[in-house]
């Protein structure tokens, strides 16, 4: 078969600017958060993942992934399944307002909740007479977390469900099935995949988030740091070493994310290959 | 241009998908590739386009066009207009903008002027009745309209050769109807040689002036339509144009017997396996003593000039096919259920081994 | 049309569930996307147009919306090209370490925003692996724009790639064959047949890219030096206000780059909707 630009010598030349490329400018990064982290020993690393402060940061960080993602996953779920499969005015509007969170910058993303939220806001200023603050503490952390990473569960679902259509879940009503066990034993076998990697988008973007989260944390050592505060924290205390060790661990995990995708796509394609 | 291919092979990885070919195509021929799925009919007319090398072997193999050696020359150096089967029409473009693409890519130097093109264009649309249509965009045609403008497209660059792969595979029965007679048309008046592809056998004998009949990368026979018909080199070929009627039983002492049909045969003794299409059984009400073959009808449908009839029988292992005249139809007063002797008017025989053919008309 | 019609009689629907997702969605776009920004309005009505004015065309916003543009506009244009070639290349070609080239394009998404700026700031200053290389060169990368482009350019190349990508894929080789048989040279092949088909791809993702690098914060702000009128952003110029607990100030601006990022979503989706009803004759 010949096709347009087969010729060996455009073939050679374009996948070889492509790999020098991509290694100068994707790989090299990657191999010097690890050459940085470790630049001083494996032992200077691991105090510097073990220090008190560190720890806090990562137990925060955990802990805001963990909650944000069961908000993300049932309002994705929620917002696939009304959007294909049903047809009613507005539908266009809901998927293009999902959008949102990704076009709006994470710093002004923080800002709008710090105005609501923040004591000078019109909820902020009601919850302070009941003495809640949410801003500058994890509640505030854990908003701003959702407001960005809420697309992504929905992003990943609506396109899968678009192409796979209502037919199953309608031979299952026919045949008596409720709603509930519809959704468990018919929808949810066909787009588990496409959720679980929902999740782990969504995971990697709650650890990660730096922008939103710095503008309503207020960044307090050992109270509301999160793993990537606490890193600039430490870069600009020209600590580098230390700042690397935690950028070591949230590399870390894009790498698994990584792995992850390439996992789920290499069983979909072998799926696809036998049906 | 006529064309000529000597010993084209192709190995796709370790399948064969073509053993080594040889054919001549005359300057001006429509020749037909015909065969079931995967016996290799794309995979020649991709060769010859030059969309697909040949095999590099020991002893390579040479595609003439004419006088010229075009096997190492490149696809778009080789001057032939291809007719893809879901058509490849550019979707970004508009019906006017794809049959002028072959021109505006011209070099300097060849290329008409664009009040030429233009001309030439509109020409070529008006041939295939689409002038009208020239500022649509492929999406807002008919499938039978988006094949015009493939072949309006093809042909702008004036090819001398024109390869079509299952041309009208993709449209209804009457669309293909009107597209094939148009093609004939199309091919006497402007005089190129043509080659397509086709599985359908129907299409095959109307078209062309001669079919190539494959079967597992190989070539059976190669023929003009009548003679294919009439005589078939072996038992693929026959089975492949047409529906066939099997006989099978054991002959002794110049008689064929198969459960309690018996039949009179000039053959010697042994197990026999006979061969007959419709038209050449004949239906009647009593035995004779040539033969005794006794039948039921199972199932009778009327199509066109002929009427279809099943007959099934213990001794038959697969039902036959009979069509008779509406005269004969009317004359018997044929029905379901009814009891009936068939006669066969002519058979043939393709022993295993030899592959030789034997036939033998009987007079009725 | 039909199921349309069922909307109208209000007949029931065939599948469960409607008013539950209906309820869930609804109430949560409310409450976490559009409840903020009334809270962006409120603040914003505190001020005067004249004041308001006033602050989003100050001289050092003003320089920061220059620099933040510029280099964003810069970014999407190379990742235009980069991006291109490295979707072409990862779908017409076979070669060793193709799927891991494949998954490293994920890289910038998956990686964060801060660490991907503290460790581009540690390779491109005078010190680092790649600014050690360029400096004694003279080419000057950290502390200046060219380090801004930079970071830009590093967190949104998946844009382009994963949106060219597909549609590279879905490219029969038909296409490619009719032109060639044609008689279209590769290169005149490639501009006439294909950059026609992948276009609206590529416009999109180098939209969405030079979006993302508008809004960019995390990567930006350890490469950029940070100087008034020179290396400063316009998320910078947000941040360093609400440090200075100017309120109305940040949102001033604030506004300008949410009003300038939705407008721009809302072209891009309305452009390529405009291209896909073409390319499927209305019917997709
Ligand atoms: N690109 C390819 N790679 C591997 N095998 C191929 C390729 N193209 C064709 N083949 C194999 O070569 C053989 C001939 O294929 P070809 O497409 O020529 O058949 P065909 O006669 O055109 O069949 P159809 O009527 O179904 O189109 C088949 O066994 C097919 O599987
Ligand atoms: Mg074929």
């Given at each position: 078969m010949r096709r347009i630009g087969d010729a060996p010598l455009i073939r050679r030349l374009l996948i070889a600017t492509a790999l020098v490329l991509s290694a100068l400018f994707l790989l090299l990064p990657l191999v010097a958060i690890f050459a940085q982290a470790f630049s001083q020993g494996v032992m200077v690393f691991w105090t510097n993942v073990s220090n008190t402060f560190t720890l806090h940061a990562i137990g925060l960080t955990l802990m805001i992934a963990l909650l944000t993602i069961p908000v993300c996953l049932v309002f994705g779920v929620a917002l696939a399944w009304l959007v294909t499969r049903f047809s009613f005015p507005g539908r266009r509007i809901l998927q293009t307002l999902i959008d949102i969170p990704f076009a709006v910058s994470p710093v002004v993303a923080g800002l709008i909740y710090l105005l609501l939220y923040g004591r000078n806001g019109w909820i902020g200023s009601w919850l302070d007479t009941y003495d809640i603050q949410l801003m500058f503490a994890w509640p505030g952390i854990l908003m701003v977390t959702i407001f960005v990473t809420c697309p992504f569960v929905a992003r990943e679902l609506i396109p899968l469900m678009q192409a796979q259509g209502s037919r199953e879940e309608e031979a299952a009503v026919t045949l008596g099935a409720s709603g509930w066990t519809t959704f468990r034993r018919v929808t949810l076998p066909n787009i588990r995949w496409a959720l679980l990697y929902g999740v782990i988008l969504t995971n990697a973007r709650a650890v990660g988030e730096f922008g939103a989260v710095s503008v309503v944390s207020g960044a307090i050592r050992g109270q509301t740091n999160t793993l990537p505060l606490h890193l600039e924290q430490l870069y600009q205390d020209y600590n580098a070493v230390g700042a690397f060790a935690c950028a070591a661990l949230l590399a870390l995990i894009a790498l698994l994310t990584l792995a992850a995708k390439a996992g789920l796509e290499w069983r979909a394609s072998r799926r696809e290959a036998f049906a | 241009m006529s064309i000529r291919l000597n010993n084209i092979a192709k190995h796709f990885g370790n399948t064969q998908a073509l053993e080594p070919i040889n054919l001549d195509i005359h300057e001006g021929e429509l020749v037909g590739l015909l065969g079931p799925s995967g016996s290799g009919k794309t995979t020649l007319l991709r060769i010859i386009a030059?969309?697909?090398?040949?095999?590099?072997?020991?002893?390579?193999?040479?595609?003439?066009?004419?006088?010229?050696?075009?096997?190492?020359?490149?696809?778009?150096?080789?001057?032939?207009?291809?007719?893809?089967?879901?058509?490849?029409?550019?979707?970004?473009?508009?019906?006017?903008?794809?049959?002028?693409?072959?021109?505006?890519?011209?070099?300097?130097?060849?290329?008409?002027?664009?009040?030429?093109?233009?001309?030439?264009?509109?020409?070529?649309?008006?041939?295939?009745?689409?002038?009208?249509?020239?500022?649509?965009?492929?999406?807002?045609?008919?499938?039978?309209?988006?094949?015009?403008?493939?072949?309006?497209?093809?042909?702008?660059?004036?090819?001398?050769?024109?390869?079509?792969?299952?041309?009208?595979?993709?449209?209804?029965?009457?669309?293909?109807?009107?597209?094939?007679?148009?093609?004939?048309?199309?091919?006497?008046?402007?005089?190129?040689?043509?080659?397509?592809?086709?599985?359908?056998?129907?299409?095959?004998?109307?078209?062309?002036?001669?079919?190539?009949?494959?079967?597992?990368?190989?070539?059976?026979?190669?023929?003009?339509?009548?003679?294919?018909?009439?005589?078939?080199?072996?038992?693929?070929?026959?089975?492949?144009?047409?529906?066939?009627?099997?006989?099978?039983?054991?002959?002794?002492?110049?008689?064929?017997?198969?459960?309690?049909?018996?039949?009179?045969?000039?053959?010697?003794?042994?197990?026999?396996?006979?061969?007959?299409?419709?038209?050449?059984?004949?239906?009647?009400?009593?035995?004779?003593?040539?033969?005794?073959?006794?039948?039921?009808?199972?199932?009778?449908?009327?199509?066109?000039?002929?009427?279809?009839?099943?007959?099934?029988?213990?001794?038959?292992?697969?039902?036959?096919?009979?069509?008779?005249?509406?005269?004969?139809?009317?004359?018997?007063?044929?029905?379901?259920?009814?009891?009936?002797?068939?006669?066969?008017?002519?058979?043939?025989?393709?022993?295993?081994?030899?592959?030789?053919?034997?036939?033998?008309?009987?007079?009725? | 049309m039909s199921q349309l019609a069922t909307w109208r009689t209000g007949s029931t629907r065939v599948l469960p569930g409607f008013g539950l997702s209906m309820g869930i969605s609804v109430l949560f776009i409310s409450l976490v996307l559009l409840l903020p920004i009334t809270g962006l309005f409120g603040q914003l009505a505190e001020l005067s147009l004249a004041e308001y004015f006033a602050i989003i065309t100050e001289g050092r916003v003003v320089a920061s919306y220059m620099v933040t543009i510029g280099a964003a506009a810069v970014a999407a244009l190379v990742n235009a090209i980069f991006g291109l070639l490295l979707a072409w290349v990862l779908v017409r070609y076979e070669f060793p370490g193709k799927r891991l080239l494949d998954a490293l394009m994920d890289l910038p998404f998956a990686l964060p925003t801060a660490v991907a700026g503290i460790t581009l700031a540690t390779l491109y200053a005078g010190s680092g692996w790649m600014g050690g290389l360029l400096e004694p060169l003279g080419f000057q990368v950290a502390y200046t724009w060219v380090g801004i482009a930079l970071a830009m350019a590093f967190t949104s190349i998946p844009f382009v790639v994963r949106t060219v990508q597909p549609v590279l894929e879905d490219l029969p080789a038909e296409v490619d064959e009719a032109a060639m048989s044609l008689g279209a040279t590769d290169g005149v092949a490639f501009r006439r047949v294909i950059l026609p088909h992948i276009w609206p791809a590529l416009v999109t993702g180098t939209g969405l890219a030079f979006v993302r690098s508008l809004g960019e914060f995390g990567a930006i702000i350890f490469i950029a030096g940070n100087m008034p009128y020179e290396t400063e952003i316009t998320a910078l110029m947000i941040f360093v206000k609400l440090q200075e607990y100017d309120y109305a100030g940040a949102s001033a601006i604030a506004s300008v780059v949410l009003f300038v990022s939705l407008a721009l979503l809302l072209a891009i989706n309305i452009w390529q909707g405009r291209f896909v009803r073409r390319l499927h004759g209305g019917k997709g």
């Open positions: - | 030059g969309l697909e090398n040949a095999d590099r072997t020991a002893q390579p193999g040479q595609i003439l066009f004419g006088d010229r050696d075009v096997t190492n020359v490149h696809v778009r150096d080789r001057r032939i207009g291809f007719v893809f089967q879901h058509y490849a029409l550019f979707r970004h473009m508009s019906v006017y903008d794809n049959v002028a693409f072959g021109l505006t890519v011209l070099s300097r130097k060849r290329r008409p002027s664009s009040g030429e093109i233009r001309a030439r264009v509109f020409r070529l649309l008006e041939m295939v009745k689409l002038e009208h249509l020239a500022d649509r965009y492929p999406a807002q045609l008919s499938g039978g309209q988006q094949q015009r403008v493939s072949l309006a497209r093809a042909l702008a660059v004036e090819p001398e050769v024109l390869l079509l792969d299952e041309p009208f595979g993709a449209l209804d029965a009457k669309v293909r109807q009107e597209l094939r007679r148009w093609l004939r048309h199309l091919h006497d008046e402007l005089n190129f040689t043509s080659v397509f592809v086709t599985h359908d056998q129907e299409e095959a004998l109307e078209l062309s002036d001669r079919v190539v009949v494959m079967s597992n990368g190989r070539i059976e026979q190669i023929d003009t339509p009548d003679e294919l018909y009439r005589t078939p080199k072996n038992r693929f070929v026959f089975e492949f144009l047409g529906d066939v009627n099997h006989l099978e039983g054991k002959v002794s002492n110049g008689v064929l017997t198969c459960g309690d049909a018996y039949w009179h045969v000039d053959l010697p003794d042994g197990h026999e396996e006979l061969l007959l299409r419709p038209h050449e059984v004949r239906l009647t009400e009593q035995p004779t003593s040539e033969s005794h073959l006794p039948v039921t009808i199972t199932a009778i449908s009327p199509v066109g000039a002929e009427v279809r009839v099943e007959l099934e029988a213990d001794w038959l292992a697969q039902p036959w096919l009979a069509t008779v005249r509406h005269t004969d139809f009317e004359h018997l007063a044929l029905r379901r259920g009814q009891r009936l002797f068939a006669h066969p008017r002519h058979w043939r025989r393709f022993p295993k081994v030899t592959e030789k053919t034997t036939e033998q008309t009987r007079v009725a | -």
